[in-house]
Nanobody
Framework: QVQLVEFGGGRVQTGGSLRLSCVAS????????MGWFRQAPGKEREFVGV????????NHADSVKGRFTASRDNAKNTAYLQMNSLKPEDTAVYYC?????????????????WGQGTQVTVSS
């Protein structure tokens, strides 16, 4: 059974930092690119960042570029999203997801497995 479990969400003030972790079981992470998405109330799920299969490349949405970094440790079967300089508009439920497109994808429909989500709240 495949499971992706996120850790590290919480409440932080504007300008603060959080690191989200996504621990995978039931799959070998090196066979997947690992993406991060977020969904705010009343909005569609949006792409945040993705780390390709071996971690030597990552892409990020323009809204988080320079502030967020997607990475991974395949030996630990874990993906990470480091979030710095957080803003109130970053408030959302954050999801990790695994796709067999090893270079990653911007599109939720192309992801095979999803975590349950973790809440991130940034207060002004």
């Amino acid at each position: 059974q495949v499971q992706l479990v996120e850790f590290g969400g919480g409440r932080v003030q504007t300008g603060g930092s959080l690191r989200l972790s996504c621990v995978a079981s039931g799959i070998t992470l090196s066979n997947y690119a690992m993406g991060w998405f977020r969904q705010a109330p009343g909005k569609e799920r949006e792409f945040v960042g993705v780390s390709n299969w071996n971690g030597d490349g990552a892409n990020h949405a323009d809204s988080v570029k320079g502030r967020f970094t997607a990475s991974r440790d395949n030996a630990k079967n874990t993906a990470y999203l480091q979030m710095n300089s957080l803003k109130p508009e970053d408030t959302a439920v954050y999801y990790c997801a695994a796709t067999s497109f090893v270079r990653g994808s911007y599109y939720p429909v192309e992801y095979d497995h999803w975590g349950q989500g973790t809440q991130v709240t940034v207060s002004s």
